[in-house]
């Protein structure tokens, strides 16, 4: 789930927040999924850093953007919530005309994602994964379900290459390694190496991905789900060999096989800063908590993490819930005691956190080139002037039955 939608539904079913963020736990038994090939269990390896073309991370993580066709549309999914109703749409950003898909979604926590150039949407409840059409992103190219026994619920997608695709689930230790030339599941990623004794729900909790050359990074919460949710280890970044679909130890002379550890707890959004060499890494902690919650950079040259850059007392107390950046253009996103999110200007050369306010949304969307972010409220999309945060459209657009769930800007 994400921001204000997520607040809404946590809050009805719990009557408070925690670790729920967009790390959601709720799960639908969706029956088997048709038998994988022999599974890679995943290898470790210590080997060199490549340092080729990358990608933005993160919610597009695949190829470096100037593979794909410029930016056109922006693609929403909209949801009911606690009702089980979903709808996608797609805007046109000249004009923004806004064209609804036909056949609405049974499946109400589903999120769009851009990988390298293509749309997944994840079902999360159901443990589906969707492909869309790169020309028309409202059909459906082919599907995926993922429920091993009832348990998926896939976070993020990585395009690693035409016929190679990672899924990060959270409710399964391992990433999916799917073939989206086919309708096919290609193997996993063993993630099981990561599970610390104290961490006694069994899970290691992987969440947002991101791709840098040959490497793929992906978040590991390591928490146990409560109210509130406990912390006993840090959470980690798991590193792949994208080339073996293998573990690699960050730290060899250590005893078991280590990731990038980290201060911030429930970390829920990772994003590439290619001018920096480095990830960013954003986690609310315990929602309505202050705790270890808010940014926190990873080297990639010494693959190591720094410590929280910006903490919640620099956001006012509030929860760090998500960083969306285009470029040298970035944004955080927060959340008060309340539950009311609000997007903030982010300085990635300074790692300066602005605190006047952008707009309120529960799902942002940056568009550099066009000086433009997109926010989701619960009546629409509004369009804000990035630089300014003036509104661009007097009322918001609407994007079929339902509130908007996630955005996306796709060629």
């Known amino acids: ?76 999914t909209t949801s009911a919530f606690m009702n089980p109703m979903a709808e996608s749409a797609v805007i046109d950003l000249e004009s ?9 979604s049974a499946d109400q926590d589903h999120v769009a994602v851009r990988a390298g150039c293509r749309v997944f949407e994840l079902l999360r409840t159901t443990s589906v994964v969707e492909l869309r059409d790169a020309t028309d992103p409202l059909v459906i190219e082919r599907s995926w379900s993922l429920a091993d026994g009832g348990l998926g619920n896939p976070q993020d997608v990585a395009w690693i290459s035409d016929d190679k695709a990672y899924v990060a689930l959270l409710a399964r230790d391992e990433i999916v390694v799917l073939d989206p030339t086919r309708d096919a599941v290609r193997g996993t990623i063993d993630l099981s190496a990561f599970r610390r004794e104290e961490d006694t729900d069994g899970h290691v909790e992987a969440s ?32 792949i060999d994208t080339t073996t679909d293998s573990v690699i130890d960050v730290d060899p002379a250590s005893a078991g096989v280590q990731g990038i550890d980290l201060s911030v707890q429930n970390p ?25 919650g808010g940014l926190e950079a990873i080297d990639l040259e010494s693959m190591r993490a720094s410590g929280l850059i910006v903490d919640e007392a620099a ?34 050369g300074e790692d300066d956190l602005s605190l ?49 769930y996630s955005l996306i800007a796709i060629p």
Do not use: K
């Open 96 to 104: 923004r005309e806004v064209r609804v898909g036909a056949m609405p």
């Open 1 to 76: 789930m994400t921001s204000a939608s997520r607040y809404l539904f946590c809050a009805l079913i719990a009557g408070s927040l925690v670790a729920c963020g967009d790390d959601d736990d709720a799960e639908t038994d969706a029956g088997p999924a048709p038998p994988p090939p022999p599974a890679d269990a995943g290898t470790t390896d210590s080997g060199p850093r490549d340092t080729g073309p990358s990608d933005a991370g993160s919610p597009d993580a695949g190829p470096a953007p100037s593979a794909c066709a410029d930016v056109s549309r922006v693609y929403a």
């Open 356 to 404: 006047d306010e952008v707009g309120v949304t529960s799902t942002p969307v940056v568009i550099a080139a066009r000086d433009e972010l997109w926010v989701g409220l619960f009546d629409g999309v509004q369009i804000h002037r990035a630089s300014t945060g003036e509104p661009l459209l007097e009322m918001p657009l609407a994007v079929g039955s339902f509130a908007p």
């Open 208 to 239: 947002a991905l991101a791709v840098v050359g040959d490497r793929a990074y992906v978040v590991l919460g390591r928490y146990v789900i409560g109210f509130p949710s406990m912390f006993p280890v840090p959470a980690t970044v798991a590193v």
């Open 315 to 348: 956001v006012g107390g509030a929860d760090v819930t998500a960083f969306r950046a285009d470029g040298e253009m970035a944004f955080v996103v927060t959340s008060d005691d309340s539950f009311v999110t609000r997007v903030h200007r982010y300085s990635l």
């Open 268 to 292: 829920v959004s990772l994003f590439h800063d290619a001018p920096r060499d480095r990830l960013i890494v954003a986690g609310p902690g315990n929602y309505g908590v202050r705790d270890e």
